[in-house]
């Protein structure tokens, strides 16, 4: 029961980071403004110097990402067997954790402004995570 729980919110949450990545993704590339829930300039944070690493946009990594995991998910739920796919799900999961941590910390300290979608995604990031810190050592 705990796997199939944890699958679903797995599922649930990476179609969820998907379409946040790709919402930041079509925003930018149709040269529209974002419009911020939280009354802030979500652009000044996308459009600044760190929304890209190594020539990539975080878009695209985010939307890479959640695509990872959502068919690494998908391969473990017809091949429970490849149980070493928990552990790479846990590591990918971790490392996008820290990501999202060091992003969330450059918008408070470096920017001096927050992006909504943004801070969306680190939350599912986190979310993830214990998602499937649970799976494996539950």
């Known amino acids: 029961m705990a796997d199939t729980t944890f699958m679903t919110t797995f599922i649930v949450l990476t179609i969820g980071g998907i379409v946040n990545a790709g919402y930041l993704l079509v925003k ?57 796919l928990r552990t790479l799900i846990l590591i990918a999961t971790f490392f996008g954790l820290l990501f999202s941590v060091f992003l969330v910390l450059l918008q408070k300290y470096v920017i001096k402004d927050y992006c909504f979608y943004c801070l969306i995604s680190a939350i599912i990031t986190l979310l993830m995570f214990f998602n499937s810190f649970y799976l494996n050592y539950s």
């Open 28 to 84: 930018h590339y149709q040269k529209k403004p974002l419009v911020c829930p939280l009354n802030h300039d979500c652009s000044k944070v996308t459009e600044s110097k760190w929304g890209k690493i190594f020539f990539i946009r975080n878009e695209v990594l985010g939307l890479l990402f959640f695509l990872f995991l959502f068919a690494s998910i998908l391969t473990l739920i017809f091949n429970p067997e490849l149980s070493i």
